[in-house]
């Protein structure tokens, strides 16, 4: 009984979470068809972290934090793209079902912040409002871009290994509620090889964002989506660049296998007004390249 | 009368010592969770967040749960009301009508304040 029990729990698919590496984004979305692998929205749902490609300098403390993020006992996988990493995380499983491989925490255990407060319960300054308990500060009320009501603004750095995001894109954000209020592009995402902006590979993206896996999975195998309501699924009129090209032209061509000519806008001007699934839908409504383009662009400009 | 109270000092007893183990088990799982510092920070995709997320926001949703209220209170009246209107007939007909008035005057209200408007 014993052992058919860990047969039974070996047939259950390896849950990764991707790090996504420079010119790995095509590599790491063909596991989403691959058997016996589950890619997870977030490191705690996750066994395995599948680190692919070569992580540049600058996104390794981020890389750490998310590895951390994974919930022990947990293994890293390095994984360069070639063939099908499936056997290899199936025996890093059972090596850490024998409490072999085990990878320990790579961040001290101590608050990211020293404690600053004054009060006993971390309340630092007066009631809600200012201190900086444990180094960081309370939300403090700005201008709501809707109805003037101004409340508390919430500010922090998304990325790079945010799953709804381009990997490598470090998006620097204040929100209010969902609402993003300010943006700023804090590192463009990496470069991807050509496949990543291919039509079929940018639809399923823009469709595995709307929850639509099945639809997504039939479009990044070459064949119709099969579901009517795929583009209908995305707000109308949203993400307009231009008069008529909103996301779900873009999303209409794309299944069309048009890869379109699309000009990607500043994020850092295109977010601000957007509730967070809006500026999802948008930035993913370009193709990696382009989006990259543009941030270069905006930096270069910055710089000039 | 005595055979009542002894079973319900048992059972009081029996569910005093399931409460205390169920509490010891959760303080002994609380023990052994790895929850460490990296672990209790907020999921950012590898980033930071600058200020704590104790904060207030703006619940858009509220004028939509005070229309739902609204509604919800006039379906709760008509229950017992179903009752007395058998009772009383037309007399509970015209003031069930006054009620149901009174409460879409506070919705046109409303509508005209544009409550009805999702932003």
């Given at each position: ?10 047939r ?43 992580i ?34 199936v ?35 007066k009631?809600m ?29 998304f ?36 496949e ?25 195998a ?24 909103d ?34 839908l ?23 | ?35 460490t ?46 009752v ?33 408007a999702?932003?």
């Amino acid at each position: 009984m014993g052992v058919n029990l860990v047969s039974l729990a070996r047939r259950a698919p390896v849950s990764v979470y991707p790090c996504i590496g420079p010119e790995m984004l095509p590599a790491v979305e063909a596991l989403w068809q691959a058997r016996g692998i589950r890619l997870s929205a977030t490191p705690r749902d996750a066994e395995i972290l599948l680190v692919a490609g070569e992580i540049p300098d600058d996104a390794r403390p981020a890389l750490d934090r998310v590895h951390d993020q994974v919930p022990p006992p947990r293994a890293v996988h390095h994984w360069a793209g070639d063939g099908d990493p499936h056997d290899a995380l199936v025996a890093l499983r059972d090596r850490l079902a024998r409490g072999e491989g085990l990878s320990p925490d790579r961040q001290p255990d101590e608050p990211p912040n020293e404690w600053r407060g004054k009060g006993d319960n971390g309340q630092g300054g007066k009631g809600m409002m200012g201190g900086v308990p444990y180094g960081r500060p309370m939300a403090m009320t700005d201008d709501d871009l809707r109805d003037g009501l101004a409340l508390d603004a919430y500010s922090a750095q998304f990325g790079p290994f945010a799953p709804m995001l381009p990997p490598g894109l470090v998006l620097d954000l204040t929100l209010q509620g969902d609402v993003i209020v300010k943006a700023a592009v804090a590192a463009p995402p990496f470069p991807q090889p050509p496949e990543a902006s291919r039509p079929a590979a940018c639809a399923a993206r823009l469709l595995r964002l709307l929850g639509l896996d099945g639809p997504a999975a039939r479009v990044a195998a070459g064949r119709s989506p099969n579901a009517f309501f795929a583009v209908r699924a995305v707000p109308a009129g949203l993400g307009a660049a231009a008069p008529g090209a909103d996301i779900r032209s873009r999303l209409r061509g794309w299944l069309a296998d048009e890869p379109g000519t699309y000009q990607a806008p500043d994020p850092a001007q295109m977010l601000p007004g957007l509730e967070w699934h809006e500026a999802v839908l948008t930035l993913a409504s370009y193709t990696p390249d382009a989006l990259r383009l543009a941030c270069l662009a905006a930096a270069e400009g910055r710089a000039a | 009368m005595r055979r009542f109270r002894t079973v319900s000092v048992v059972v009081f007893i029996i569910y005093l010592a399931a409460a205390l183990v169920l509490a010891l088990m959760f303080r002994a799982a609380g023990y052994w969770r790895a929850d460490t510092a990296p672990q209790a920070a907020p999921f950012l995709g590898g980033g930071t967040a600058r200020t704590h997320a104790w904060q207030r926001f703006h619940f858009r949703a509220y004028t939509m749960t005070l229309v739902f209220i609204a509604f919800e209170m006039e379906m709760m009246f008509m229950y017992p009301w179903a009752v007395v209107f058998v009772e009383e007939g037309v007399k509970a007909m015209a003031e069930m009508g006054m009620f149901l008035a009174i409460l879409s005057i506070g919705i046109l209200y409303g509508w005209r304040e544009g409550i009805f408007a999702w932003e």
